[in-house]
T-cell receptor
Framework: AQSVTQLDSQVPVFEEAPVELRCNYS??????LFWYVQYPNQGLQLLLK??????LVESINGFEAEFNKSQTSFHLRKPSVHISDTAEYFC??????????FGSGTKLNVKP | GAGVSQSPSNKVTEKGKDVELRCDPI?????LYWYRQRLGQGLEFLIY????????KSGLPSDRFSAERTGESVSTLTIQRTQQEDSAVYLC????????????FGPGTRLTVT
């Protein structure tokens, strides 16, 4: 079985500051890793994913995440956040795309 | 194009009643997932449909829960004899197919059992 831990339920940050949202997972098999984002009053949508290859992956809006196999982590980072980044972020893992395991989510609140 | 839709958006029911939740996936998506999200918790996998294959029901928490899918379209999640612990947001997602990693989520149905 697999599981995902997002230790931070809420992360307040000022606009233009850097942010890191932590994600750790446990699995006995190789996994694929994902970050989903849920903006206010919207459904979850894929932000970025790690499938293979380079362990550093990026999104189109400036977020990046690094797969660290030894630490079983996939932390999400952004060097400078915007008000529009305010949302809830979910980390997820899957070994076969049939079943996904999600973390409990981290609410990012960007303040002006 | 149209995204994943779910109905109703909100449902309040009395303990012991049966409820039926509906999901309309994106047209052409052969894979469909149901999740449950309790307050303050992550998404909990319930069931996975892929085309005409037998569904993966391994996440259904009890025999009060069941789900059906008509071909590669509409799915219904039925909860019989609802309990207060069934109160949650029920999310549906669809994807292009068995080897597709990107899920498209619906807005969810908020179920409250009183």
């Amino acid at each position: 079985a697999q599981s995902v831990t997002q230790l931070d339920s809420q992360v307040p940050v000022f606009e233009e500051a850097p942010v890191e949202l932590r994600c750790n997972y446990s699995s006995s098999v190789s996994v694929y890793l994902f970050w989903y984002v849920q903006y206010p009053n919207q459904g979850l949508q894929l932000l970025l994913k790690y499938l293979s290859g380079s362990t550093l992956v990026e999104s189109i809006n400036g977020f990046e995440a690094e797969f660290n196999k030894s630490q079983t982590s996939f932390h999400l980072r952004k060097p400078s956040v915007h008000i529009s980044d305010t949302a809830e972020y979910f980390c997820a893992v899957s070994s076969n795309f049939n079943k996904f395991y999600f973390g409990s989510g981290t609410k990012l609140n960007v303040k002006p | 194009g149209a995204g994943v839709s779910q109905s109703p958006s909100n449902k309040v029911t009395e303990k012991g009643k049966d409820v039926e939740l509906r999901c309309d996936p994106i047209s052409g998506h052969t894979a469909l997932y149901w999740y449950r999200q309790r307050l303050g918790q992550g998404l909990e996998f319930l069931i996975y449909f892929q085309g005409n294959s037998a569904p993966d029901k391994s996440g259904l928490p009890s025999d009060r829960f069941s789900a059906e899918r008509t071909g590669e379209s509409v799915s219904t999640l039925t909860i019989q004899r609802t309990q207060q612990e069934d109160s949650a947001v029920y999310l549906c997602a669809s994807s292009l197919g068995q080897y597709s990693y990107e899920q498209y989520f619906g807005p969810g149905t908020r179920l409250t059992v009183t």
